[in-house]
């Protein structure tokens, strides 16, 4: 099961810092498991966003990058500062 992680105020969306779950078949790249979530899970477009980052497995990849249910996958969101 991939290990998903919401930091930030998406894991106040999410109810949770982290979930395990089964990908399903079709969900094999960071974009679809994106807007899969954003749907299934209902955050109303939140990880859609653009300034949301993923990384897998600790490493900033693009929306195109394949993952498989072995890998732990985290949405960043953006950082305020002052």
Not at 10 to 26: I, R, V, W
Not at 54 to 77: G, H, Q, R, S
Request: aromatic share 6%.
């Amino acid at each position: 099961m991939a290990q998903v992680i919401y930091l930030g105020k998406l894991g106040d969306l999410a109810g949770g810092q982290a979930e395990s779950l089964a990908l399903p078949a079709e969900i094999t790249s960071t974009g679809a498991l994106r807007e899969w979530l954003d749907t299934e899970r209902g955050f109303g477009g939140a990880l859609l966003h653009r300034t949301v980052r993923i990384a897998v497995n600790a490493e900033l990849v693009p929306d195109t990058f394949a993952i498989c249910d072995a890998d732990e996958i985290a949405f960043l969101p953006p950082v305020g500062g002052g």
